[in-house]
């Protein structure tokens, strides 16, 4: 699978609901220039997800779209650390992917951004010591 990131020099607003009737029902703005995403469990069937999703937006405008795909999970302070299986995980983006569908990978890159800012934390606490 290849990955590629780019920026669009447009940008679009869109809601985020999980998966089913009562979050896309009480969570999304019908709105032309607002678009209905969803979110649902690494694992799940997402075809049937985006069908739903695709009756939340205006016709020709739904894209099929994962905006949270947990690649991972957090853990909460003094539990057990969450862990993921990659190939599980790869399955998952695979069944998006085959077929057009799109999603947003969130938790992969989270711990690097908490990274980057500790570390920057880090180097502006020593500077000012």
Request: with cysteine; charged share 10%; net charge negative.
């Amino acid at each position: 699978m290849v990955v590629i990131m780019c920026t669009l020099k447009s940008s679009f607003s869109y809601t985020t609901d999980g998966g089913a009737i009562g979050n896309l029902k009480n969570g999304s703005i019908p709105q032309d220039d607002i678009f209905a995403a969803v979110d649902f469990e690494t694992g799940s069937n997402p075809w049937p997800i985006f069908r739903l999703q695709k009756q939340y937006n205006l016709p020709g405008k739904s894209a099929p779209l994962s905006s949270e795909f947990y690649s991972g999970w957090l853990t909460h302070w003094g539990e057990n650390i969450a862990t993921t299986d990659a190939t599980s995980t790869a399955e998952a983006l695979k069944t998006i992917s085959c077929r057009n569908g799109s999603a947003v990978l969130y938790v992969c890159h989270w711990s690097s951004l908490i990274n980057a800012l500790h570390l920057q934390s880090m180097s502006i606490n020593s500077v000012s010591s």
